[in-house]
């Protein structure tokens, strides 16, 4: 490996290859040595990787690029703060999104409370359901133009080479950046994002619709197929009268299921059917839970496939008592300190399959947008400004979140 730079590095020699650059091709200096104190050689394709001060490649932008913006920052624990932020700039392979909407997950409810044992940065913005336009990019940026809609997702970035990224299993990458947890995310106007993991949109996107597709429904959408249920059979959507679970239930019946619904309270039981729902159970009102969800199956043998949505821990206690023999149990929803427990003779005799589902890949990104573009699916929400973050939140503490709410940047 070599070794960095010293600070002499920016020479006259160096600026005279920023200029020509800038008037031709940054391939005619990729293999121009420059020597260096104690006969150490850097190759120009070095130097403009690794220093700061030697971007020889034009990055391209749109010319109204403000210098400040508005954000929701986490300064500590549990609390956010609306303020006034410089805009960021992108790196060589990055682009700088100006965020139009932005989805509010219940991970970024755990991200401001710093609840999960996985570290934060601090001080962080949160967000990773963007939806915006491309004003920036990188000289190595090829994937993407100006002008171009871009969604930004929780996985920002990952290394593309190790063991995991090979076989398409991004999200298990060692050094795997989070969106609004390792690295700055959408609650701000102007967000800097890898373009290698930008899903791409078409231009008559309607960007308030397809901002919760970016999380939402991809995790909803990669934990039905992680569910291994097929068309005619049947699949138990816990929390399903939540952002996720109202995306999941429209998932699940564009790809032929029969959806078991399970939330609390009448309002959601409602928004459930109308979306799909071939079953609502009340778990406030069911005296049996497990006896009712199997019973809403045709022969009273249970779901083939759970889905696990809820932010409590009870459900997951639960739902190896009602799946289906040789069925499957998709864990998506991380209360803060659960457990998942089952009794191992039951577990075994009856070959149930316990599994967790984390966020899909680059592929699975393009699926659920292709069901969203399609008009299979549609996240109902609720459009508020940035400046009204902190209800949300206060909403979601409250377990009184029906579908999602969307932000409009600009207010």
Known sequence: MLPSPPSCVVSKRVVFLSQVTCRG????????????????????????????CTRFGIMSKAADIPKEQWAQVTEKDGVITYKKIPVPTPGHDEVLVNIKYSGVCHTDLHALDNDWPLPRKTPVIGGHEGAGVVVQKGELVTNVDIGDKVGVKWLMST???????????????????????????????????????????PPQTDLSAVAPIMCAGLTVYKGLKESDTRPGQYVAIVGAGGGLGTIGIQYAHAMGLNVIAIDGGKEKGEACKKLGASMYIDFKESKDLVADVKKATHDGLGPQGVVLLAPQEQPFQQATGYVRSHGTVVCIGMPAGAKVSMPVFDTVVRMIKVKGSYVGNREDTAEALDFFLRGKVHAPYKVIGLSQLQSVFDEMRANRVIGRYVMDMSK
């Not at 006969?39 to 990787?49: A, D, M, T």
């Not at 050094?175 to 609004?180: D, E, H, P, T, W």
């Open 25 to 52: 091709s940054l391939s005619r200096l990729v293999h121009i040595p420059i020597q260096q104190p104690k006969g150490r050689f850097y190759s120009s394709r070095y130097l403009h990787r690794t220093h700061p």
């Open 159 to 201: 290394c593309f080479h190790c063991t995991f990224c090979q076989q398409a299993l991004e999200s298990l990458c060692p050094k795997a950046q989070l969106s609004g947890y390792t690295k700055d995310g959408t609650f701000q106007q102007y967000c800097v994002a890898n373009a290698a993991h930008l899903a791409r949109f």
